[in-house]
């Protein structure tokens, strides 16, 4: 695998509309790992983690409708998950949470970065030209003749 893969998957560049929206992209890909992730947690009986969990799943389908408030407090949320996972040392968890944490900030960056890059593309107007419209004919003043 070459690193500028991994690089781009980690910090997508981000030139165009489509670059931005694949970007997005990464919010609900990210929601989606962290109800994978915290299904455990729940199931073993706390449940104060499901309000978490719905939060950031509800984040992960409005980014991918590209809703910049979702993004941003999906990264809220992803927030203290990085704080808390700091004190165990390098853990799944820390890295789980830095690359959810991550992967929260290019939806952000990708969701503000959509609408400039929509904005600043022009639109393609089209016009339709009609044929000219014949001219009138004569007959109202020359009745016809029998």
């Known amino acids: ?10 910090w997508p560049t981000i030139h165009d509309a ?8 990464q919010g609900f890909l990210a929601a989606m790992l962290y109800v994978f992730l915290a299904l455990t947690p729940i199931l073993s009986g706390q449940v104060a983690k499901i309000f978490d969990v719905l939060v950031v799943a509800l984040c992960g389908f409005f980014t991918k409708r590209m809703w910049r408030t979702a993004a941003i407090v999906g ?3 992803m927030g203290p998950e990085l704080v ?15 690359i959810l944490t991550l992967m929260f900030v290019n939806a952000t960056r ?16 089209t ?3 009609l044929p000219p419209e014949p001219p009138p004919t004569q007959e109202k003043d020359n009745p016809p003749q029998a």
């Open 1 to 10: 695998m070459d690193f500028k893969n991994i690089l781009g998957f980690f």
């Open 18 to 25: 489509e670059s931005a929206k694949k970007a997005a992209d």
């Open 75 to 77: 990264l809220v949320m």
């Open 84 to 98: 808390f996972a700091l004190p165990g040392g390098l853990s799944f968890r820390l890295a789980s949470a830095a």
């Open 110 to 125: 990708g969701c503000f970065l959509y609408y400039r890059y929509a904005q600043a593309t022009p639109v393609q107007m």
């Open 127 to 129: 016009v339709e030209v």
